[in-house]
Nanobody, 123 residues
């Protein structure tokens, strides 16, 4: 079973940038799809971005297209989320996750999760 640990969260002013990392213990295999979700206080967990580990094909929520970039480093077994032009509505706990076969956009379909990292954007 893959275990995930997120890092890189923090407090940033609106318009600023942060880079989140998701390090995996246990190898992420080529049939895995990896994702970032976020959950604001009192709201449901929502899809942010995803990547196919084999092809590198990426997927984004409309709300972050053009501002966030998801990437992976196969050798380091690590996934990243570069977040630029941050807005107050980006505030929340960011979770990385994954599953075999496909890139899930529904949290129910995610097979394994990290513990989350808090991102707070001040306006």
């Amino acid at each position: 079973q893959v275990q995930l640990v997120e890092s890189g969260g923090g407090l940033v002013q609106a318009g600023g940038s942060l880079r989140l990392s998701c390090a995996a213990s246990g190898r992420i295999t080529s049939d895995n799809g990896m994702v970032w979700f976020r959950q604001a206080s009192g709201k449901e967990r929502e899809f942010v971005a995803g990547i196919s580990w084999s092809s590198g094909r990426t997927y984004y929520a409309d709300s972050v297209k053009g501002r966030f970039i998801i990437s992976r480093d196969n050798a380091k077994n690590t996934m990243y989320l570069q977040m630029n032009s941050l807005k107050s509505e980006d505030t929340g706990v960011y979770y990385c996750g994954g599953r075999k076969w496909g890139v899930p956009k529904d949290p129910i379909a995610v097979g394994f999760w990290g513990q989350g990292t808090q991102v707070t954007v001040s306006s």
